[in-house]
């Protein structure tokens, strides 16, 4: 047992996805305007970690070595079209929002990155807590820099206003202000880490 | 099918919807790289070509294939099989008939497979040009030039990164946002100059 909570806890915090290996960033900062599309995008990237990890794991013995590649790219995908499909469903809204982000998961660094360097290699159940780990992770990397985003950027938290007579500053707001907020988080995290040192 | 058309796509494409500064695809290759101009102008080829033909391909493929039989739920999985195919397709052209060629690209061709920015104008194509399940006129024309104006998109971003970043070598910066913090502080400055294109009006 203590041994998947380390599984899982490693993705959170030692290997987070999103200011550690520094993978899958295009949705990170297409998405992050609002809180409410980066807790759906996390969700969405999420749900396809974890379905192509456990598939991955299942079939690693199976698959020859030279056309794996294709073949993850295959479960990868179906699961993003799953994703696609209930979202467009059930939250036709979110899906609006997100946008062509939704089928980019697809490409995402992290889900094939997951894939070939962990789940092709071990046994199904610590792929899974591996999934769910690095999808957590990837939530709340995306709930950091997206509140940050939209509370300076629009002075709100999931459409509300927090402060009353807050002057938001819009270029956070506007693709610079999601390469800005990034690069600095990123440094914010060497800094952690140098004193650890 | 007009110039003015034309003109808008290869605007908003290369300027105001630029595919790495606005859109942020393609981001992993760019900060990873924009090192040194060398490298960066051959991955920028690279993918120009890439985007390029994968808007054909794409464009036949939904055409023809997908929208007949009523299957476009399953964009996604061809779009990227055949894109993946293709890069590899392309490499072992490359190998055989040219390997100058083939050592100047190197290892960046088969990176490309998995970078957003061909995919993403893949998808993108075919949601601006097709409505309802219909090609509006002259929507392959569209799809190929805005292809290739992405690449340009990317190249133009590229080549100004690795400009800055080959000098920033000899400044002393902070050892905390050494590297990719730096990039993307760099980047997000040159996001919100190319944020005056926006003005522009046809």
């Known amino acids: 047992m203590k041994k998947f909570v380390k599984e899982f806890l490693r993705g959170i915090i030692r290997e987070n996805p999103t200011f550690v290996l520094v993978l899958g960033l295009c949705p990170t900062l297409a998405v992050s305007v609002s809180l409410i599309n980066g807790i759906g995008m996390g969700i969405a990237a999420t749900f396809v970690l974890l379905g192509s990890n456990i598939i991955i794991s299942l079939i690693r013995n199976v698959v020859p070595d030279r056309i794996r590649i294709p073949c993850y790219i295959v479960v990868i995908a179906t699961f993003v079209t799953i994703t696609e499909m209930t979202m467009k469903a059930y939250s036709p809204a979110l899906n609006r ?69 807050f002057e938001p500053m819009f270029v956070l707001g506007m693709p610079s202000g999601a390469l800005l907020i990034i690069g600095l988080l990123l440094g914010f995290f060497n800094v952690l880490k140098n004193r650890k040192a | ?116 920015a061909v995919f993403g104008v893949a998808v993108l194509n075919i949601d601006m040009f097709f409505i309802n399940g219909e090609a509006i006129r002259a929507s392959f024309y569209y799809s190929v030039f805005q292809g290739l104006c992405v690449g340009l998109g990317y190249t133009l971003a590229m080549l100004l990164m690795s400009g800055i970043r080959e000098r920033l070598d000899f400044c002393n910066v902070p050892k905390a946002v050494k590297d990719f913090p730096l990039a993307f502080i760099i980047a997000s400055i040159m996001s919100l100059s190319f944020l005056g294109f926006n003005g522009f009006r046809f």
């Open chain 1, 97 to 165: 929002a997100l946008g062509i982000y939704v089928p980019l998961i697809v490409v995402n660094c992290i889900v094939l990155g997951r894939a070939e360097a962990y789940a092709s290699k071990q046994t199904v159940v610590n792929s899974l807590f591996d999934g769910l780990g690095m999808g957590v992770g990837f939530t709340l990397a995306l709930i950091l820099i997206s509140g940050i985003r939209e509370f300076l950027g629009a002075g709100k938290l999931l459409g509300h206003t927090v402060i009353k007579g």
């Open chain 2, 1 to 116: 099918m007009s110039i003015a058309q034309f003109l808008t796509i290869f605007i908003s494409a290369v300027f105001i919807y630029n595919v790495i500064l606005s859109r942020f695809l393609g981001l992993c290759s760019f900060v990873a790289i924009s090192k040194e101009t060398r490298p960066a102008l051959a991955m920028s080829l690279a993918v120009m070509f890439v985007t390029t033909m994968s808007s054909i391909i794409t464009w036949f493929i939904y055409r023809f294939l997908l929208i007949p039989f009523n299957i476009t739920y399953l964009r996604t999985i061809s779009f990227i099989l055949v894109i993946a195919t293709f890069v590899q397709f392309v490499e072992m052209v490359i190998k055989k008939i040219s390997p100058p060629l083939y050592r100047f690209f190197g290892i960046y061709l088969p990176l490309i497979t998995v970078n957003c």
